[in-house]
Antibody, heavy 118, light 107 residues
Framework: QVQLVESGGGVVPPGGSLRLSCRAS????????MHWVRQAPGKGLEWVAS????????DYVDSVKGRFTVSRDNSRNTLYLQLSSLTPEDTAVYYC???????????WGQGTLVTVSS | DIQMTQSPSSLSASVGDRVTITCRASQGISTYLSWYQQKPGTPPRLLIYGASTLQSGVPSRFSGSGSETDFTLTISTLQPEDFTSYYC?????????FGGGTKVEIK
């Protein structure tokens, strides 16, 4: 079955950096567009970034442009999100998700919590 | 960016009720609209994609309709496990924006 497993979350001070990982299994990872979506505590869902199947194209929400970088290693079936210049507003659970038909996000990881606090 | 306005933000209903949630896009998005269900402490679950196609494994009491700017999610007969939060998302143009969510509560 499809599994997406995130890791790398934790507590980081303002201005700090972190790298999140999402390891995929049960899918031909290299054929799918992948996304990161976050959810601040008690809030709704916010799309963060996406990357094309071969890593040649990336997109970001305006609030993270220049601070976050999405990448992938298809040989390791792994998606990454490099977070830098973090602010308390970046505190959230970060989910990775696989894009399916009509661009719906059909499989999600369990999420990893990033807390930005001094 | 395309804004997604979801309503109501919350509603109270009883088991067996018919429930409708609406989502309005700030511009036409064809049928590039998905609906998700999210229970506390768990990731979202895709219910419907392409505005009206039921994701595999989703009960048939869920249905979606609409196109361009106006969309609805209907739960025909509310079950106890359906009392949770729902989100729409447009997938037409980047960034793929979400609605603010609807919390379905027990009356």
């Amino acid at each position: 079955q499809v599994q997406l497993v995130e890791s790398g979350g934790g507590v980081v001070p303002p201005g700090g950096s972190l790298r999140l990982s999402c390891r995929a299994s049960g899918i031909i990872f290299k054929t799918y567009v992948m996304h990161w979506v976050r959810q601040a505590p008690g809030k709704g869902l916010e799309w963060v970034a996406s990357i094309s199947y071969d890593g040649s194209d990336e997109d970001y929400v305006d609030s993270v442009k220049g601070r976050f970088t999405v990448s992938r290693d298809n040989s390791r079936n792994t998606l990454y999100l490099q977070l830098s210049s973090l602010t308390p507003e970046d505190t959230a659970v970060y989910y990775c998700a696989k894009e399916g038909v009509f661009r719906g996000l059909d499989f999600w990881g369990q999420g990893t919590l990033v807390t930005v606090s001094s | 960016d395309i804004q997604m306005t979801q309503s109501p933000s919350s509603l109270s209903a009883s088991v067996g009720d018919r429930v409708t949630i609406t989502c309005r896009a700030s511009q036409g998005i064809s049928t590039y609209l998905s609906w998700y269900q999210q229970k506390p402490g768990t990731p979202p679950r895709l219910l419907i994609y392409g505005a009206s196609t039921l994701q595999s494994g989703v009960p048939s009491r869920f249905s979606g309709s609409g196109s361009e700017t106006d969309f609805t999610l209907t739960i025909s007969t509310l079950q106890p496990e359906d009392f949770t939060s729902y989100y729409c998302q447009q997938n037409y143009r980047t960034p793929p924006t979400f609605g603010g969510g609807t919390k379905v509560e027990i009356k």
